[in-house]
Structures are given as structure tokens and as C-alpha cells.
């Protein structure tokens, strides 16, 4: 009895290890900022995903719950910080300037105000060399530089709103780029099924759509005979902005029950002078995702590609997470694969043609939309 009791505690304890060597293994290691410091002798390569982000980019489609089940706020960036401590300068009264711009005769930069010898950069293109030099009342620098990785999505910050990110950034398989910093998807900007308009973007969220990213239009997905739009006939990102409306059902066929407005939304991508834009729905997975994906789809992002960017959805704060099936069992993956065509991209085209799209609108949208 004492021997078989003995091998019951042993047991139990090497359950107990492996246990914890597997929730080890799982641990999210704590975010902190990517450092750049002023120096030219190396180049410096950095990334905007967070740890957790960059695990989830490293499972596979089933373990991607592991790290992010659409209940927490992960979807964020991580801000990549330039540090010039070195170089023992002092601000003065004033504090330091710095321009940090995309060519390195430092035109078309964007200056910061700091009292702090560090700045937090966010919603930095991947992919992109970016210099940087600082000024004060009596010091210049020299430009310094550093290169943000290739690894997309290139997911953005916007306060007040979750599930953001670029459309572009993604390879395709021919080995052309989509374009950055034309086409955002993202979560609702105001509260959804609302009596009045209860506006959820921040003040600060709105500069960073409007003065950061340019938006000029935003496409909502939402209904409005049930009142999901949330009572709002403009957007709340101001006057300047066009507001579209292209309400599409969630339940039932979505590919199909909405022909008219996704018809109308690829009409709206096909005019250059509509970006950059936004498309959201509520919580930007369903509708919104469809949308993503037909378009990454017409442009030749892989097929693995397309469902990381659809299940990135799961590390937004979407009240539940979404799987891959949400895009296996979909009509419009059903119609691109019965298409005709040797490529996923070309059978997207022919599913799109077939549809309803003109080829003028698919062949504009592509022209402007890969490097």
C-alpha cells in the first residue's frame, strides 16, 4: 500500500513538471520597447510587433488561440524608442527636436518636441529605412538611420479603437509588395446600436487618422435599418472626411446577400481619389474581414498570408475569438475556389469578374494598390 502510495506522489509530481514545462514554454515574455541608438557605425534593424504578436505570427493557425483569444487589448504596436543619451547633449530650456523622415536628405520629415534626451515612435511602416537627426538651440546632429522589418501586418495604434492595421505591408506571391498607407481595416469608430452618436475614437485618435495616416474616407459596413450604425450620418473624423455607408448583413450568405454593397464598396477602392481609406464594421472580423481578403486576395497575398491576417483579428478586443474556419467555410472562399484560374490570385480575379465587378475596377485597384 505505502509503495503504490509512493508511486501515486511520484506520478503527480512528474505531471506536475511537464505541466509546468509546458506553461512555461507558453509564457509571454514581458513588451518593452526596441531601442535605437544614435550611431552610425551599424545599421540597426527593429520590429513593431510585440512578443506576444510575434508568437502568434509563429503558430499555426490552430494554436494561435494560445495567444490571443479576442478578449484583451494586444493588437497595439510596439513603440520603437530613439535613444541619444550618448551623445551628452543637453535640451536647454526648450527641449529637443527630431525629424525622422523616410529619405535620408531629411525631406518631407516629421519633427518632435521632447524634453527627454528618448522618443517614442508608433505606426511605423515595415519593410521602410527610416532617418532620424536632432536639434537644439545650439546643436545639430548628424542623421542617423535604422530599417523596420518585413514581417506584416504592419498593425496600427489608433487610441480609442481596437483591431487596426495596414492592408498593405503583405508580399505577394510574385514578389511585389502591397502599397502602405493607403487602406486601413479596423473596429468601430462610434458605438454600435446606439440611440445618439457616442463617438469611441479619442481626440488623439482622430489626429492620428487624420494628420498621421491622411484618411479621406471611411467605408462603415454596418447596418442601418436596425440601427448598428449607432446614429451617426457623418464621421466622427470630421468634416473633411467622406463618410460611405455600405450596410451589409452578417448573418446568411455574406458574399451573396450583399452583392449591391460590396459591389459598391469595389467601386469605391477603384477610385484613386478615395485614399487613403478606412473600412470597418462593429468589430471588424466578419464583413470587415471579407473585404480584406478579396482585396489581398485579387492582389496575390498568399493563401497562409490572407488567414494570419484574418486571424490577427484575435489579439483586438472583439468579445470573442475567431477561427479558420471563418474563412474555410465562407461562400466567398467557396466561390474563389471554384473559379477558374492556376493561382489563388487569378481565380479571385475571375470569381470577382464573375460576380459583377467590372475588369476596369479590378485592374485599377491593383495598379494602385502593388508597388
Not at 54 to 69: F, I, M, R, V
Amino acid at each position: 500500500m505505502k509503495n503504490l502510495l509512493n508511486k501515486k506522489i511520484i506520478v503527480t509530481l512528474l505531471v506536475l513538471v511537464i505541466l509546468c514545462g509546458v506553461f512555461v514554454g507558453c509564457t509571454i515574455p514581458k513588451d518593452v520597447n526596441t531601442i535605437v541608438y544614435a550611431q552610425n557605425e551599424t545599421s540597426q534593424t527593429v520590429g513593431i510587433h510585440t512578443q506576444r504578436q510575434n508568437k502568434y505570427l509563429d503558430s499555426s493557425p490552430s494554436g494561435s488561440t494560445w495567444y490571443a483569444k479576442g478578449s484583451a487589448e494586444y493588437s497595439k504596436p510596439a513603440p520603437i524608442s530613439l535613444d541619444w543619451n550618448s551623445l551628452s547633449i543637453s535640451g536647454g530650456n526648450k527641449g529637443y527636436t527630431v525629424y525622422v523622415g523616410e529619405n535620408a536628405n531629411m525631406q518631407n520629415s516629421v519633427s518632435y518636441e521632447t524634453a527627454n534626451p528618448q522618443l517614442d515612435l508608433i505606426n511605423l511602416k515595415i519593410a521602410t529605412t527610416y532617418y532620424w537627426h536632432i536639434k537644439t538651440n545650439e546643436y545639430q546632429s548628424e542623421i542617423y538611420k535604422f530599417d523596420v522589418d518585413d514581417a506584416p501586418p504592419r498593425n496600427i495604434s489608433v487610441d480609442g479603437i481596437t483591431n487596426v492595421r495596414d492592408l498593405g505591408g503583405w508580399k505577394t506571391q510574385d514578389g511585389k509588395r502591397v502599397k502602405q498607407g493607403l487602406v486601413y481595416r479596423c473596429g468601430r469608430l462610434n458605438k454600435s446600436s446606439a440611440k445618439t452618436a457616442k463617438i469611441e475614437i479619442t481626440q488623439n485618435g482622430i489626429k492620428t487618422m487624420t494628420a498621421q495616416l491622411g484618411i479621406k474616407s471611411e467605408i462603415d459596413l454596418r447596418l442601418v435599418y436596425n440601427g448598428e450604425i449607432g446614429a451617426i450620418t457623418s464621421s466622427p473624423l470630421g468634416s473633411n472626411v467622406n463618410y460611405i455607408n455600405a450596410p451589409m448583413e452578417w448573418n446568411g450568405n455574406i458574399f451573396y446577400d450583399n452583392k449591391q454593397e460590396l459591389l459598391k464598396v469595389f467601386s469605391i477602392f477603384a477610385d484613386e481619389n478615395n485614399y487613403p481609406l478606412i473600412f470597418h464594421c462593429n468589430i471588424g472580423t466578419d464583413r470587415t474581414g471579407m473585404v480584406a481578403y478579396l482585396i489581398n486576395a485579387l492582389l496575390g497575398v498568399s493563401q497562409e498570408d490572407l488567414m494570419k491576417d484574418y486571424l490577427f483579428s484575435n489579439l483586438g478586443n472583439i468579445g470573442g475569438s475567431r477561427k479558420s474556419t471563418g474563412i474555410t467555410k465562407s461562400p466567398y472562399y467557396k466561390a474563389i475556389q471554384n473559379a477558374q484560374g492556376d493561382t489563388w490570385q487569378q481565380k479571385t480575379y475571375n470569381a470577382l469578374v464573375e460576380y459583377g465587378v467590372p475588369t476596369k475596377q479590378l485592374d485599377n485597384i491593383i495598379s494602385i494598390m502593388l508597388d
